[in-house]
């Protein structure tokens, strides 16, 4: 049974920085392309980063670039985001998905087969 789960949400200040975890059982990740997306309330879950291979470069929404930084690590079977520079408009639900490797740039949410719960981060101004 697969199973992603988001941790280390939360409350930050604006201009501020929070990290972002995803542990993965049941899969491997390097095995996936791998990625966040967030959804904020009343508004479609929005593309954030992904590692489309399991190596190589991520890719980034051009909101975020810049500012967050996706990271893995295999060997923890983890995928990561680090927000800084958080702005209000960063407020909403993040999830981490896996999907088949190679997606198309940027990744739409149906080519991911598994989702977490989501980890709510709120930016106050």
């Known amino acids: 049974q697969v199973q992603l789960v988001e941790s280390g949400g939360g409350l930050v200040q604006a201009g501020g920085s929070l990290r972002l975890s995803c542990a993965a059982s049941?899969?491997?990740?390097?095995?996936?392309?791998v990625g966040w997306f967030r959804q904020a309330p009343g508004k479609e879950r929005d593309f954030v980063a992904v590692?489309?291979?399991?190596?190589?470069?991520?890719d980034y929404a051009d909101s975020v670039k810049g500012r967050f930084a996706i990271s893995r690590d295999n060997a923890k079977n983890t995928v990561y985001l680090q927000m800084n520079t958080a702005i209000p408009e960063d407020t909403a639900v993040y999830l981490c998905?896996?999907?088949?490797?190679?997606?198309?740039?940027?990744?739409?949410?149906?080519?991911?087969?598994?989702w977490g719960q989501g980890t709510q981060v709120t930016v106050s101004s």
């Open positions: 049941g899969l491997t990740f390097s095995h996936y392309a």
């Open positions: 998905a896996a999907g088949p490797l190679g997606m198309s740039t940027p990744p739409k949410d149906h080519q991911f087969n598994y």
């Open positions: 590692f489309r291979w399991s190596g190589g470069s991520p």
